[in-house]
Structure formats: C-alpha cells, structure tokens
C-alpha cells in the first residue's frame, strides 16, 4: 500500500493560516534560527507577570530574607540587566519590568526567568553556581530564554503539532482505511512528533540560552569560563547518570560542556573588553 509522505507539523500549520495573522515568524539576532510564534508579546508578559504572582504568593515559596543571600543575586542580576539592555535583545530588555526574587529553598539547585523579565533564583543553586560569576552563567541563561521567546516558541511548537496531527488524522480518515489503523498511525504519529519534534526542539533553546547567556555574562564583567565548571559541578552532582540526550529535554553535560569549550573564544573576546568584576563567593546553605 502506498503511504504518502508526510510534511513536517510546523511547515503544514504555516501553510494552512499563511497570511491569517495567527503565526509570527521572527529570527533570532544570535543564531539566525526561524522562530514560530503564534503570540504576542504582551500576552507573554501578560501570562510571565501571573505567573509571577503565583510563586510569591504561594505559601510554600518562602523568600530569602537574608541580605547574604538577596545581595549576590541583585547585584548579579542587575549587571546581566544591563548587558541585556547593550545586546541584540536590547529593545526587548528595555521594556520589561525586571524584577528577582531569591527563595529559600536549599534543596532545589534552580532559577528561571519569565517573559516581562520577572526572576527568581532558589538558594540550592548557590552549592552548583560557587560564585557570583557562575551565577552569572546561570542567569544570563535564564534571561535569554525569556528575551528569546523560548517559552511562547515551545507553546506555539505544541499548538503547531497538534493542528498537524489533527490535518494528518483527517487525511487518514478520508482515505477511507481501517479506522483502527488509523487510530494506531495516529498515536505513533503522537509519540514520534514528541521525541522527533518537541523534545529536540527544547534541547535547541537549552544550547542557545547557553550560547547567547555566556556572552551576557561576559559583556557584564563576569568570566565566562565559570560556566564549564558550574557544568562541571551538575554533572559530579548528578552522579554522570540521567536520562538518554535524546529522549530529555535538555543536552546532556557533555555536550553543553563541549558546546560552552566552542563558544568560549567568542566569549572571552568579550569579556576581555570589560573591566573584570570580582567572583565572589556565595554564602553557604544548607549546612554546606
């Protein structure tokens, strides 16, 4: 039996609402990769800002009184601001309503960065990040996935598999086939657009967050280098295990050392041109 070739979910959507005004594509200023967006900028600020407001309000989230713990991370967080504001992101960075929060929290090594630039950083990440430059690392990473649009492009990607999902399971049922192998067809379609599609998909944000955030952190005085060993530290702390690169969302600390070891003449080329900010170390949590 003859089986037609399938196009790619992200091509077939493009295509079926091509001049609607529902997709957006944009480029990105570092990479030059094609973006799908199929929302605005102020619904994300609109959706970063609430859920915002649902960290800070929610009773398990305990922020950091500590000014040991609080004045790292703003001073760190407002040089990567700034650099931001000198960077190809700069019109986009210029209107966000920056903003960051430490929780204390010693037991999640984590940080994010929401669209409209609201931040928060978890005190568990201090044991991985050592000193403020390798905060540095891990911040300005944060702060170009939401100048990037990363979260919006992984929403649209969804919308984008389904719509292609759902053209492909209209096809098959026009071709007038087994309705059970249809069925079926449909669900390896699912998972293979899942590992084929969406989960390469967010493993590319992952390594341009890394790519664009070493530079951040080198136009802000902060030594790039810092973020191979903060990688370093990830992968001693995990234990060199996980799960396979390509079934998780995130390149495995191999690759993003060996991806950080390619971009760091780039970086350093910048950094060589700032005036050096001292790496201070951060404060113990945790009893370590």
């Known amino acids: 039996m003859h089986t037609p070739r399938l196009m790619n979910v ?14 957006g594509c944009e480029t990105n200023p570092y990479t030059g ?9 102020n619904q994300e600020m609109q959706m970063g800002a609430q859920a915002y407001n649902q960290v800070k309000t929610d009773p398990k989230m305990r922020p950091s009184q500590d000014p040991r713990e609080v004045e790292p991370v703003k001073r760190v967080a407002a040089r990567i601001v700034e650099a931001a504001k000198r960077s190809k992101y700069a019109q986009l960075a210029q209107q966000f309503q920056w903003e960051v929060t430490v929780i204390k929290d010693d037991k999640t090594a984590n940080a994010f960065a929401l669209p409209g630039g609201k931040m928060a950083v978890y005190t568990g990440i201090f044991p991985m990040a050592k000193t403020e430059a390798g905060l ?9 996935h939401a100048l990037a649009r990363h979260g919006a492009e992984r929403m649209s990607q969804g919308q984008a598999t389904n719509i292609g999902l759902k053209v492909i399971g209209a096809a098959i049922g026009i071709s007038g086939g087994n309705p059970m192998l249809g069925q079926a067809t449909m669900a390896a379609l699912g998972a293979g657009a899942q590992v084929g599609v969406l989960l390469p998909f967010s493993r590319k944000h992952e390594s341009e967050a890394d790519y664009v955030g070493i530079l951040l952190a080198a136009d802000a005085g902060y030594d790039p280098r810092e973020s191979v060993a903060l990688w370093e530290r990830m992968g001693q702390a995990s234990g060199g295990g996980g799960q396979s690169e390509f079934l998780s969302t995130h390149p495995s600390n191999d690759t993003r050392i060996d991806q950080l070891k390619k971009w760091m003449p780039e970086a350093m080329a910048i950094y060589q ?14 009893g370590r």
């Open 136 to 144: 540095a690392a891990v911040m300005g990473h944060e702060v170009v």
């Open 10 to 23: 992200t091509t077939i959507t493009c295509l079926l609402v091509a001049g609607t005004g529902l997709v």
């Open 33 to 41: 990769r094609s973006q799908l967006l199929m929302t605005s900028m």
């Open 273 to 286: 041109k700032r005036t050096p900010v001292q790496a201070a170390p951060l404060p113990d949590v945790g």
